[in-house]
Protein backbone atom coordinates (compact mmCIF):
# COMPACT_ATOMS: atom_id res chain seq x y z
CA UNK A 1 0.00 0.00 0.00
CA UNK A 2 1.69 3.33 -1.00
CA UNK A 3 1.71 5.66 1.75
CA UNK A 4 0.37 9.81 1.44
CA UNK A 5 2.61 12.43 1.99
CA UNK A 6 1.07 12.90 5.35
CA UNK A 7 1.03 9.73 6.73
CA UNK A 8 4.66 9.33 5.72
CA UNK A 9 5.55 12.55 7.28
CA UNK A 10 3.99 11.48 10.42
CA UNK A 11 5.72 8.32 10.32
CA UNK A 12 9.08 9.61 10.20
CA UNK A 13 8.57 11.48 13.52
CA UNK A 14 11.27 11.14 15.76
CA UNK A 15 9.82 8.94 18.69
CA UNK A 16 10.21 10.21 22.62
CA UNK A 17 10.90 6.60 22.71
CA UNK A 18 14.21 6.29 21.56
CA UNK A 19 15.48 8.35 24.68
CA UNK A 20 13.97 5.30 26.96
CA UNK A 21 11.09 7.67 28.36
CA UNK A 22 7.80 9.20 27.72
CA UNK A 23 6.88 12.31 29.46
CA UNK A 24 3.49 14.39 29.15
CA UNK A 25 1.46 16.25 31.58
CA UNK A 26 -1.87 14.85 32.62
CA UNK A 27 -3.59 18.09 32.41
CA UNK A 28 -2.58 22.11 31.15
CA UNK A 29 -4.48 23.37 33.80
CA UNK A 30 -5.69 22.36 37.30
CA UNK A 31 -8.14 23.53 39.85
CA UNK A 32 -6.90 23.47 43.35
CA UNK A 33 -10.86 24.22 44.60
CA UNK A 34 -11.41 21.01 43.46
CA UNK A 35 -8.13 19.53 44.63
CA UNK A 36 -6.60 19.25 41.23
CA UNK A 37 -3.18 19.67 41.52
CA UNK A 38 -0.31 19.25 38.56
CA UNK A 39 0.53 15.61 37.95
CA UNK A 40 3.56 14.40 35.29
CA UNK A 41 2.69 11.14 33.78
CA UNK A 42 6.18 9.39 33.24
CA UNK A 43 6.43 6.16 31.01
CA UNK A 44 9.75 4.00 30.27
CA UNK A 45 9.81 2.25 27.43
CA UNK A 46 13.05 -0.49 28.45
CA UNK A 47 13.84 -1.99 31.81
CA UNK A 48 15.89 -0.06 34.02
CA UNK A 49 17.91 -0.75 37.19
CA UNK A 50 16.45 2.50 38.32
CA UNK A 51 15.34 6.14 38.13
CA UNK A 52 14.97 9.26 39.07
CA UNK A 53 13.06 12.36 38.62
CA UNK A 54 13.71 15.82 39.37
CA UNK A 55 10.94 18.75 38.68
CA UNK A 56 11.77 22.29 39.46
CA UNK A 57 10.64 25.34 38.80
CA UNK A 58 11.15 29.41 39.06
CA UNK A 59 11.13 30.32 42.71
CA UNK A 60 13.72 27.01 44.23
CA UNK A 61 10.49 25.14 43.75
CA UNK A 62 11.78 21.21 44.04
CA UNK A 63 10.31 17.80 44.31
CA UNK A 64 11.85 14.92 43.62
CA UNK A 65 11.13 10.86 43.01
CA UNK A 66 13.22 7.70 43.50
CA UNK A 67 12.22 4.94 40.67
CA UNK A 68 13.35 1.69 42.06
CA UNK A 69 13.55 -1.20 39.32
CA UNK A 70 11.65 0.08 36.13
CA UNK A 71 8.85 -1.58 34.48
CA UNK A 72 8.58 -1.21 30.53
CA UNK A 73 5.06 0.52 29.23
CA UNK A 74 3.25 1.12 32.99
CA UNK A 75 2.32 5.10 33.30
CA UNK A 76 4.03 6.10 36.42
CA UNK A 77 2.21 9.41 37.77
CA UNK A 78 3.67 12.02 40.06
CA UNK A 79 1.90 15.14 41.66
CA UNK A 80 2.89 18.24 43.67
CA UNK A 81 1.14 20.96 44.79
CA UNK A 82 1.28 24.11 42.45
CA UNK A 83 3.83 26.66 43.93
CA UNK A 84 1.75 30.02 43.05
CA UNK A 85 -1.37 30.82 40.92
CA UNK A 86 -1.33 31.44 37.38
CA UNK A 87 0.79 29.60 34.89
CA UNK A 88 4.14 27.56 35.89
CA UNK A 89 6.99 26.38 33.60
CA UNK A 90 8.21 23.24 34.81
CA UNK A 91 11.81 21.86 34.27
CA UNK A 92 11.83 17.82 34.35
CA UNK A 93 14.97 15.54 34.49
CA UNK A 94 14.72 11.90 34.54
CA UNK A 95 17.96 10.44 35.15
CA UNK A 96 18.02 6.20 33.65
CA UNK A 97 20.51 4.40 35.02
CA UNK A 98 20.72 0.63 33.36
CA UNK A 99 21.88 -2.84 34.89
CA UNK A 100 25.25 -2.57 32.92
CA UNK A 101 25.49 0.71 34.16
CA UNK A 102 25.03 3.04 31.71
CA UNK A 103 23.36 6.73 32.62
CA UNK A 104 21.44 8.71 30.39
CA UNK A 105 19.27 11.89 31.70
CA UNK A 106 16.18 13.51 29.46
CA UNK A 107 15.24 16.75 30.32
CA UNK A 108 12.27 18.63 28.97
CA UNK A 109 9.93 21.83 30.14
CA UNK A 110 5.94 21.55 30.52
CA UNK A 111 3.16 24.48 31.45
CA UNK A 112 0.79 24.01 33.54
CA UNK A 113 -1.52 27.28 35.20
CA UNK A 114 -2.77 27.01 38.56
CA UNK A 115 -6.18 28.30 38.69
CA UNK A 116 -9.97 28.34 39.81
CA UNK A 117 -12.42 29.23 37.55
CA UNK A 118 -13.32 32.95 37.56
CA UNK A 119 -15.96 34.43 39.47
CA UNK A 120 -17.88 37.56 39.02
CA UNK A 121 -20.37 40.14 41.23
CA UNK A 122 -21.64 43.93 40.34
CA UNK A 123 -22.07 45.55 43.88
CA UNK A 124 -25.62 47.38 43.03
CA UNK A 125 -25.18 50.69 44.82
CA UNK A 126 -21.78 50.56 42.68
CA UNK A 127 -23.73 51.13 39.37
CA UNK A 128 -23.22 54.57 37.98
CA UNK A 129 -26.02 55.66 35.20
CA UNK A 130 -24.16 59.31 34.65
CA UNK A 131 -21.01 57.18 33.67
CA UNK A 132 -22.73 54.29 32.42
CA UNK A 133 -19.91 52.12 34.82
CA UNK A 134 -20.11 49.80 37.79
CA UNK A 135 -17.48 47.89 40.05
CA UNK A 136 -16.53 44.36 38.51
CA UNK A 137 -15.48 42.14 41.49
CA UNK A 138 -13.55 38.74 40.46
CA UNK A 139 -11.68 36.37 42.42
CA UNK A 140 -8.80 37.19 40.26
CA UNK A 141 -8.32 39.57 37.62
CA UNK A 142 -9.88 39.03 34.28
CA UNK A 143 -8.50 39.83 30.86
CA UNK A 144 -11.18 40.78 29.34
CA UNK A 145 -14.99 42.13 29.59
CA UNK A 146 -17.87 41.06 27.43
CA UNK A 147 -21.11 43.10 27.38
CA UNK A 148 -24.33 43.59 25.50
CA UNK A 149 -27.00 46.33 26.63
CA UNK A 150 -30.62 46.06 25.92
CA UNK A 151 -33.23 48.58 26.38
CA UNK A 152 -36.69 48.12 27.87
CA UNK A 153 -37.84 48.26 24.37
CA UNK A 154 -36.12 44.95 24.36
CA UNK A 155 -33.84 46.72 21.55
CA UNK A 156 -29.73 46.56 21.66
CA UNK A 157 -28.24 49.88 22.88
CA UNK A 158 -24.82 48.72 22.41
CA UNK A 159 -21.96 45.62 22.63
CA UNK A 160 -18.44 45.04 22.41
CA UNK A 161 -15.25 43.62 24.61
CA UNK A 162 -13.31 45.82 26.86
CA UNK A 163 -9.54 44.89 27.56
CA UNK A 164 -8.85 44.35 31.09
CA UNK A 165 -5.39 43.23 30.90
CA UNK A 166 -4.13 46.26 32.86
CA UNK A 167 -6.14 44.78 36.18
CA UNK A 168 -5.12 43.68 38.83
CA UNK A 169 -5.32 40.44 41.72
CA UNK A 170 -7.56 41.86 44.61
CA UNK A 171 -8.64 44.62 42.93
CA UNK A 172 -11.75 46.03 41.89
CA UNK A 173 -12.31 46.60 38.22
CA UNK A 174 -13.79 49.92 37.13
CA UNK A 175 -15.83 49.13 33.75
CA UNK A 176 -18.02 51.23 31.45
CA UNK A 177 -20.72 50.04 29.59
CA UNK A 178 -20.67 50.88 25.48
CA UNK A 179 -23.84 52.38 24.48
CA UNK A 180 -24.43 53.83 21.06
CA UNK A 181 -27.84 53.68 20.72
CA UNK A 182 -30.93 55.91 21.96
CA UNK A 183 -33.32 54.38 24.72
CA UNK A 184 -33.32 53.28 28.59
CA UNK A 185 -31.26 50.61 29.83
CA UNK A 186 -33.36 47.63 30.89
CA UNK A 187 -30.47 45.09 31.16
CA UNK A 188 -26.34 44.82 30.64
CA UNK A 189 -25.00 41.51 30.41
CA UNK A 190 -21.25 40.81 31.00
CA UNK A 191 -18.82 37.92 31.01
CA UNK A 192 -15.74 38.38 32.50
CA UNK A 193 -13.27 35.97 30.90
CA UNK A 194 -9.52 35.53 32.36
CA UNK A 195 -6.44 34.07 30.86
CA UNK A 196 -7.07 30.34 31.63
CA UNK A 197 -9.94 30.23 29.76
CA UNK A 198 -12.77 30.51 32.53
CA UNK A 199 -15.27 33.29 31.92
CA UNK A 200 -18.20 33.82 34.27
CA UNK A 201 -21.71 35.71 33.35
CA UNK A 202 -23.18 38.63 35.82
CA UNK A 203 -25.77 40.61 34.90
CA UNK A 204 -27.19 44.25 36.42
CA UNK A 205 -30.92 45.50 35.73
CA UNK A 206 -29.79 49.30 35.85
CA UNK A 207 -33.42 50.03 34.95
CA UNK A 208 -35.05 53.06 36.17
CA UNK A 209 -37.76 55.58 34.96
CA UNK A 210 -38.44 58.97 36.96
CA UNK A 211 -42.25 60.42 36.51
CA UNK A 212 -42.86 63.47 35.78
CA UNK A 213 -45.57 65.40 37.84
CA UNK A 214 -45.85 68.47 39.47
CA UNK A 215 -44.45 69.37 42.81
CA UNK A 216 -46.67 69.24 45.84
CA UNK A 217 -46.32 72.64 47.58
CA UNK A 218 -46.16 72.05 51.72
CA UNK A 219 -46.44 74.95 54.15
CA UNK A 220 -43.68 76.37 55.38
CA UNK A 221 -41.82 74.05 57.66
CA UNK A 222 -44.42 71.48 57.22
CA UNK A 223 -44.90 67.68 55.84
CA UNK A 224 -48.37 68.18 55.45
CA UNK A 225 -49.85 67.16 52.47
CA UNK A 226 -52.98 70.02 51.61
CA UNK A 227 -56.09 69.23 50.66
CA UNK A 228 -55.51 71.73 47.55
CA UNK A 229 -52.82 69.77 46.83
CA UNK A 230 -53.28 66.38 46.99
CA UNK A 231 -54.88 66.26 43.12
CA UNK A 232 -51.10 66.78 42.01
CA UNK A 233 -49.97 63.55 44.28
CA UNK A 234 -52.63 61.96 42.48
CA UNK A 235 -51.57 62.80 38.97
CA UNK A 236 -48.59 60.85 39.77
CA UNK A 237 -49.80 58.60 41.44
CA UNK A 238 -51.79 57.52 38.74
CA UNK A 239 -48.78 57.83 36.56
CA UNK A 240 -46.42 55.52 38.49
CA UNK A 241 -49.56 53.02 38.54
CA UNK A 242 -49.88 53.21 35.02
CA UNK A 243 -45.67 52.71 34.41
CA UNK A 244 -45.98 49.54 36.95
CA UNK A 245 -48.31 47.48 34.64
CA UNK A 246 -46.47 48.33 31.56
CA UNK A 247 -42.71 47.35 32.73
CA UNK A 248 -43.86 44.65 35.67
CA UNK A 249 -43.80 41.62 33.17
CA UNK A 250 -40.10 42.67 32.70
CA UNK A 251 -39.19 43.80 36.02
CA UNK A 252 -40.42 43.92 39.85
CA UNK A 253 -40.89 47.93 40.19
CA UNK A 254 -39.64 49.29 43.40
CA UNK A 255 -40.57 53.26 43.85
CA UNK A 256 -38.10 55.69 45.57
CA UNK A 257 -39.25 59.30 46.23
CA UNK A 258 -36.59 61.78 47.06
CA UNK A 259 -37.12 65.19 48.89
CA UNK A 260 -35.48 68.24 48.87
CA UNK A 261 -35.56 72.12 50.14
CA UNK A 262 -34.28 75.39 49.44
CA UNK A 263 -31.94 76.82 51.20
CA UNK A 264 -33.89 78.90 53.33
CA UNK A 265 -33.17 77.59 56.68
CA UNK A 266 -29.50 75.57 58.17
CA UNK A 267 -28.67 72.65 55.98
CA UNK A 268 -29.56 70.47 59.19
CA UNK A 269 -32.89 71.43 59.61
CA UNK A 270 -33.37 71.32 55.59
CA UNK A 271 -31.93 67.77 55.44
CA UNK A 272 -34.87 66.56 58.69
CA UNK A 273 -37.63 68.48 56.65
CA UNK A 274 -36.81 67.02 53.08
CA UNK A 275 -36.45 63.47 55.32
CA UNK A 276 -40.57 63.95 56.83
CA UNK A 277 -41.80 65.17 53.28
CA UNK A 278 -40.47 62.65 51.25
CA UNK A 279 -41.96 59.96 54.27
CA UNK A 280 -45.22 62.01 53.95
CA UNK A 281 -45.97 61.49 50.16
CA UNK A 282 -44.76 57.41 50.32
CA UNK A 283 -47.18 57.20 53.05
CA UNK A 284 -49.43 58.80 50.79
CA UNK A 285 -49.05 56.83 47.58
CA UNK A 286 -48.91 53.82 49.91
CA UNK A 287 -52.02 54.11 51.26
CA UNK A 288 -53.28 54.02 47.99
CA UNK A 289 -53.17 49.86 48.86
CA UNK A 290 -50.70 49.67 46.26
CA UNK A 291 -48.85 46.49 46.49
CA UNK A 292 -45.49 48.16 45.20
CA UNK A 293 -42.83 48.88 47.66
CA UNK A 294 -42.28 52.50 48.58
CA UNK A 295 -38.70 53.93 49.73
CA UNK A 296 -37.62 57.59 50.60
CA UNK A 297 -34.69 59.94 51.76
CA UNK A 298 -34.22 63.12 52.06
CA UNK A 299 -31.66 64.72 50.86
CA UNK A 300 -31.86 68.51 52.19
CA UNK A 301 -30.71 71.18 50.25
CA UNK A 302 -27.59 69.26 49.43
CA UNK A 303 -29.34 69.03 45.38
CA UNK A 304 -30.47 72.45 43.75
CA UNK A 305 -32.29 72.13 40.89
CA UNK A 306 -31.81 75.39 40.19
CA UNK A 307 -28.65 76.67 42.14
CA UNK A 308 -28.71 79.60 44.70
CA UNK A 309 -26.61 81.58 47.27
CA UNK A 310 -27.71 80.33 51.48
CA UNK A 311 -31.38 81.48 52.12
CA UNK A 312 -32.97 82.00 49.14
CA UNK A 313 -36.32 81.28 48.90
CA UNK A 314 -36.53 79.11 45.35
CA UNK A 315 -39.54 77.06 44.77
CA UNK A 316 -37.94 75.10 42.14
CA UNK A 317 -35.62 73.42 45.09
CA UNK A 318 -38.92 72.55 46.96
CA UNK A 319 -39.20 69.32 45.09
CA UNK A 320 -39.37 65.69 44.84
CA UNK A 321 -38.46 63.00 42.54
CA UNK A 322 -40.42 59.66 41.95
CA UNK A 323 -38.45 57.14 40.65
CA UNK A 324 -39.31 53.58 39.78
CA UNK A 325 -36.41 51.14 39.46
CA UNK A 326 -35.58 47.19 39.01
CA UNK A 327 -33.96 47.55 42.67
CA UNK A 328 -31.71 49.80 44.14
CA UNK A 329 -31.67 53.33 42.71
CA UNK A 330 -28.38 53.68 40.84
CA UNK A 331 -26.49 56.41 42.22
CA UNK A 332 -27.23 59.51 40.18
CA UNK A 333 -26.69 63.44 40.70
CA UNK A 334 -30.39 63.72 41.92
CA UNK A 335 -29.66 60.46 43.89
CA UNK A 336 -26.08 60.91 45.41
CA UNK A 337 -26.75 58.38 48.28
CA UNK A 338 -28.27 55.52 49.17
CA UNK A 339 -29.86 55.34 52.90
CA UNK A 340 -33.13 54.54 51.83
CA UNK A 341 -35.85 53.32 54.27
CA UNK A 342 -38.51 51.68 53.26
CA UNK A 343 -41.84 52.33 54.41
Not at 202 to 226: M, R
Amino acid sequence: MKLTPVLLALLLLPAVANAGVFLGMDQELVDPQKGEKPTLIVSFDEKLYRAHLTVTAEGGFKQEWAIPSVTPGKDLRYTWKAPRAGEVQYDIAVLMVRSDGSKETLEDIFFCSSASPITATIPPLSVDLETRSFDLVTNHKPAYVEMKVISDTMDVLGEGTVDTADAADGKVTRVTWPQEGKGNVLRVTVIAHDAFGYYSEVEIIPWSLTIPHEDVIFPTGSHEILAEEAPKADKAWTRIVDADKKYNELVKVTLYIGGYTDTVGDAGSNQALSQRRAKALAAYFKAKGSKIDVFYQGFGESVLAKPTGDGVDEAANRRAVYVLTAGPPPRSKETPRGNWSKL
